[in-house]
């Protein structure tokens, strides 16, 4: 992450909060990138120039909006390697212009069919999380491959070998590291030391590589060339698997360092076994938009979705108060997390009640619980969606799970229409830290995502382990339709704060007439049901935040929040594609025919 002083000044210039106006251009791009495109025949969005251009390349050759979504995201897993790749998982949805549905894949990982709710326990104990997340217990069974092999057969034009050809190139040849890149090496210094793949990978001649320099991974290169050559059996059922499987269950740690990495139980059994869910995703409509998300595991469609309805049981958009809306904002998150942390899992396990969620009249019960000139305060109970009555709570509140805030995003848009969102991640950045030795890739950390233990004593909790269980996530990749046809798409890394910066960019964009860059960029602050707000320091410098503050709203101070991307489709058909100007080193938006 860049340096608080960095920050500060840039989304400064995107003045007051979600109400505010903000100016045309919110900051300037980091070089080699740029936050906004807007022209013809199709649009991408990530936070790497290099991936983007990926995209666009497939895009150009005639591929479609699945195609370049797959060609992105294996770009990013060479570019991005601590927050994506194939050893990791991810929720893709998709908008079919032939049909005008939208469908989605749940492409989370599962953990092993052995695993079962004392998972991360010793002794009767949690263990520590940072012990378990550097081990091969958090490892679950990777989905990112078998997501891109699904989406390609039902959606797109060209096979994975095509698509996979310039993220090898990629690999091979070396990308250009910048500051993010070496920051997010550094702060997994010491656990890459301690493997020495990720070592031998990330640490040349134990050192952090040098911004300007040339980073190749030639063992991932050759791993996506067969991947190409043989599809996904070659993980799921072949060689790479195995290696994925000797990895996890012995972790190569040096000895010398004294690290206790302790080994994980997913088998290729378990990897045979994988299958990704096609899915319904969740639909609200707000404002006389349709607004699509990824149904469970993830919570992401269900909360987003619940937030939208609180928002329009209030009639929040009428408010023409910056502070009085970015008030309903933070209480409307507040109650659909309340929820979210006790009803939402993986509902193969445990029975999730997602229609019930998502009806606008439980909204409406749970929207009167708001005081225009009071903030509530946290934990806040859940309600009952099973039997929603007005103003009333059910049982004791539940805690918030800790959730990594790495993960990455691409949104894409082809000629004909097609549109994908697409949020894929190995959980918090690096991962477990382990590499896979010859292979290039680290795998993923995602099982510590589930409750090592219950959260609140005597509360059922939905997200403990299980066999072949998948850990709730917070991946929001969100599609809004208008009479049917594409109008946004967005979604965001970071954690559970996902799921509030895609409310935030949405809400700005629909309710508060900000552009989709001006959205993007503006100040976030993310309310999870906990007793302080999270804020960026420009919320905070606003003078609407004292407003806030003097309701009863507490606010911790955050570096930053969210890296969101996104495309906008326009009444002559034209795109707009969007990213970050700054967070995260700032995003790379391109468009194949520019219009200036």
């Not at 990926?54 to 797959?70: I, K, T, Y």
């Not at 510590?448 to 709730?472: Q, S």
Request: hydrophobic share 40%; net charge neutral; aromatic share 6%.
């Amino acid at each position: 992450m860049r340096a608080l002083a960095r920050l500060v000044p840039a989304l400064a210039l995107v003045t007051g909060l979600l109400g505010a106006a903000a100016p045309a251009r919110a900051a300037q791009a980091p070089p080699g990138k740029q936050p906004e495109a807007v022209g013809w025949g199709g649009a991408v969005a990530s936070v790497d120039a290099d991936a983007t251009a990926a995209g666009l390349e497939v895009l150009r050759r005639g591929g479609n909006a699945v195609d370049a979504a797959v060609a992105t995201a294996a770009a990013l897993g060479v570019t991005e390697p601590y927050s994506a790749g194939i050893g990791g998982g991810g929720y893709f949805v998709h908008y079919d212009a032939r049909t005008g549905k939208v469908e989605t894949i749940d492409g989370r990982e599962t953990a092993s069919r052995t695993a079962d709710s004392a998972l991360f326990l010793e002794n009767g104990t949690p263990l520590p999380f940072a012990d378990a997340v550097t081990s091969g217990l958090s490892v679950g069974v990777p989905g990112t491959a078998a997501t891109w092999q699904e989406a390609l057969r039902r959606w797109g034009s060209r096979n994975l070998d095509e698509v996979l050809k310039p993220a090898e190139r990629i690999a091979e040849r070396g990308f250009t590291v910048d500051q993010t890149f070496r920051d997010q090496t550094a702060g997994n210094q010491a656990r890459f030391q301690d493997f020495p793949a990720s070592r031998a990978l990330f640490l040349p001649d134990g050192q952090l590589p040098v911004v300007g320099s040339t980073f190749r991974n030639p063992d991932l290169a050759a791993t996506y060339r067969e991947l190409g050559r043989t599809g996904t059996a070659a993980l799921y059922r072949g060689p790479i698997g195995a290696d994925v499987v000797r990895t996890l269950q012995h972790p190569p740690v040096d000895p010398a360092s004294g690290r206790n990495a302790r080994p994980g139980k997913v088998d290729t059994a378990d990897l045979a076994a994988y299958r990704v869910r096609v899915q319904e995703p969740t639909h609200v409509t707000y404002r006389g938009l349709d607004v699509y998300g990824i149904a469970p595991s993830s919570s992401g469609g269900t909360t987003v979705g619940e937030a939208l309805n609180v928002l329009a049981a209030n009639g929040a958009a009428k408010l023409t108060d910056p502070a009085a809306y970015d008030h309903q904002y933070l209480e409307a998150s507040r109650i659909a997390f309340a929820d979210r942390n006790r009803w939402v899992g993986d509902p193969s396990a445990v029975q999730v009640p997602t229609r019930q969620l998502l009806d606008p009249r439980y909204a409406a019960a749970r929207a009167c619980l708001i005081d225009p000139d009071r903030a509530l305060t946290s934990p806040l109970a859940p309600g009952d969606p099973y039997h929603p009555a007005a103003c009333a709570s059910s049982g004791q509140p539940a805690a918030e799970p800790y959730e990594g805030q790495s993960t990455t995003h691409l949104t894409v848009a082809d000629r004909w229409g097609n549109v994908v969102a697409y949020t894929l991640t190995i959980e918090q950045t690096g991962g477990s830290g382990i590499t896979v030795p010859g292979r290039g890739f680290l795998l993923n950390n995602e099982l510590t995502d589930f409750d090592f233990a219950p959260l609140t004593p005597g509360v059922p909790d939905p997200n403990l382990p299980g066999p072949g269980k998948r850990p709730r996530s917070s991946i929001s990749p969100t599609i809004v339709l208008k009479d049917g046809r594409p109008y946004l798409a967005l979604g965001s890394p970071g954690g559970a704060t996902i799921i509030t910066t895609v409310l935030q960019v949405l809400t700005g964009r629909v309710d508060r007439g900000l552009t989709l860059e001006q959205a993007i960029a503006a100040p976030r602050a993310s309310q999870r049901n906990t007793a302080a707000t999270q804020a960026e320091p420009a919320f905070l410098a606003s003078p609407e935040a004292a407003r806030l503050q003097a309701l009863g709203h507490v606010f911790a101070a955050v570096p930053e929040i969210g890296a969101a991307t996104g495309v906008e489709r326009h009444p002559d058909g034209s795109w707009t594609a969007a990213a970050e100007p700054v967070r995260r080193g700032g995003g790379a938006a391109a468009v194949l025919r520019p219009a200036r």
